[in-house]
């Protein structure tokens, strides 16, 4: 295509008309041929991904790697040759952009580039530190923040945002004498800062009010203590033998640690209201006591039942009344048609339990042993079909 010439006589319109024209005459000229390399439906989102002014994300250190549009652009944004002071400098604007952006996450891994870098600057190495202390508290990592401004402070003692951070973040980790100490440091440096001030002031009345707690939960945690060794000594001055419980994770080291723990969980009951046993201020022990009834596949929970009640005391509030238990439509569970059993534990042995007899009696004989801090029973009909088969599946003692 030649180069173009100005006609004699052919003003200027004239002339942009006449290279329009040659310009379509030549593309209408070339070959037609199919355009190849470009976007299609099934990669464009891809394709469109890796121009760098259309980015939607962030681009990992392996993208960056192997594409050369980014990495002209970041040989322009970070002169590699640039002193080490200066990248960090550089590192340390893209952190403040993208906090001011409120993109914390994008502003940590600025600030990390920028503390990479080996420089002497001490200030610059605390604010970096403080800088990225500050993204992190915004994101909730308030112990990594803690790190962060623990560090500033070694570069450079009096840097007073860095003080007051690391105030912050005690604070916000409930470590209040240690928010004190942080105040303390950043009150030298300026002792009339006003939130320095007033963080400290806060941290002392929580600090006051935490130590109160921790008072009263000791006097708790040793009133319970002192409870439990009470209930425990009766029980084994009582003759009562507990059920072992299973190992866990969670109780495996009581039995080497502290034996009376391991009889603790002993006495924990699977009960759906957790009743538990407890001492009373006469001395006398109260159970949960669970009656089952095989025949309807039905239970009963006493949640507390003296020891020196008899069995019948509560048969009789159970059964003696005028109404029914749903369950019962023969009518067949009377007080005197009753009979009462426990079985013996790892054996196929029953036990009858006279009806006269109060709670502690039974639960003193050598063959009871009371399981997850329940005692239980079985509550037969007397001269019943179902009783009687159901007795042909143990001996009776």
């Known amino acids: 295509?030649?180069?173009?010439?100005?006609?004699?006589?052919?003003?200027?319109?004239?002339?942009?008309?006449?290279?329009?024209?040659?310009?379509?005459?030549?593309?209408?000229?070339?070959?037609?041929?199919?355009?190849?390399?470009?976007?299609?439906?099934?990669?464009?989102?891809?394709?469109?991904?890796?121009?760098?002014?259309?980015?939607?994300?962030?681009?990992?250190?392996?993208?960056?790697?192997?594409?050369?549009?980014?990495q002209a652009l970041q040989a322009i944004k970070f002169d590699e040759s640039a002193p080490p002071a200066e990248k960090?400098?550089?590192?340390?604007?893209?952190?403040?952009?993208f906090f001011k952006k409120k993109e914390y996450r994008k502003a940590v891994i600025a600030y990390t580039e920028g503390i990479k870098q080996k420089f002497d600057d001490v200030k610059l190495k605390a604010i970096l530190y403080t800088n990225r202390a500050a993204a992190q508290f915004h994101l909730g990592n308030y112990r990594s923040s803690l790190n962060d401004v623990t560090e500033?402070?070694?570069?450079?003692?009096?840097?007073?945002?860095?003080?007051?951070?690391?105030?912050?973040?005690?604070?916000?980790?409930?470590?209040?004498?240690?928010?004190?100490?942080?105040?303390d440091l950043g009150l030298q440096v300026s002792p009339t800062e006003k939130k320095l001030l007033d963080i400290r002031a806060l941290a002392d009345k929580e600090k006051r009010a935490a130590d109160r707690d921790k008072r009263?939960?000791?006097?708790?945690?040793?009133?319970?203590?002192?409870?439990?060794?009470?209930?425990?000594?009766?029980?084994?001055?009582?003759?009562?033998?507990?059920?072992?419980?299973?190992?866990?994770?969670?109780n495996s080291d009581d039995e080497s640690e502290n034996k009376d723990i391991l009889s603790l969980s002993a006495l924990e009951t699977a009960t759906a209201a957790n009743h538990k046993v407890y001492l009373d201020d006469n001395g006398l022990l109260h159970w949960p006591v669970m009656f089952m009834y095989p025949e309807y596949g039905q239970t009963d929970i006493i949640a507390d039942f003296n020891e020196h009640a008899q069995f019948i005391d509560h048969i009789n509030v159970m059964f003696g009344g005028s109404e029914m238990v749903s369950w019962d439509e023969e009518r067949k569970y009377k007080p005197n048609r009753l009979e009462v059993y426990y079985e013996e534990m790892g054996k196929m042995i029953l036990h009858r339990v006279p009806l006269d007899s109060t709670l502690a009696s039974i639960l003193s004989s050598p063959t009871y042993m009371v399981v997850a801090g329940t005692p239980n029973f079985i509550v037969l009909v007397a001269k019943s079909s179902f009783r009687q088969e159901y007795l042909k599946k143990y001996t009776l003692a």
Do not use: Q
């Open 152 to 183: 500033a402070k070694k570069a450079k003692p009096d840097h007073l945002k860095a003080l007051l951070r690391g105030a912050e973040c005690c604070m916000k980790l409930s470590l209040y004498s240690e928010a004190m100490t942080w105040c």
């Open 88 to 97: 960090a400098e550089s590192h340390k604007d893209e952190g403040n952009y």
């Open 1 to 70: 295509m030649a180069a173009p010439t100005r006609r004699e006589g052919e003003d200027v319109t004239e002339l942009a008309k006449r290279l329009d024209d040659d310009l379509d005459d030549y593309v209408a000229s070339l070959p037609k041929k199919k355009y190849e390399g470009g976007f299609s439906e099934e990669n464009w989102e891809e394709e469109i991904e890796k121009i760098p002014a259309l980015m939607t994300r962030m681009p990992t250190e392996e993208e960056i790697a192997t594409n050369p549009a980014l």
């Open 216 to 250: 009263k939960r000791k006097a708790k945690e040793k009133k319970e203590k002192s409870r439990n060794e009470a209930l425990l000594a009766a029980i084994k001055k009582k003759n009562i033998r507990l059920a072992p419980v299973e190992k866990t994770e969670d």
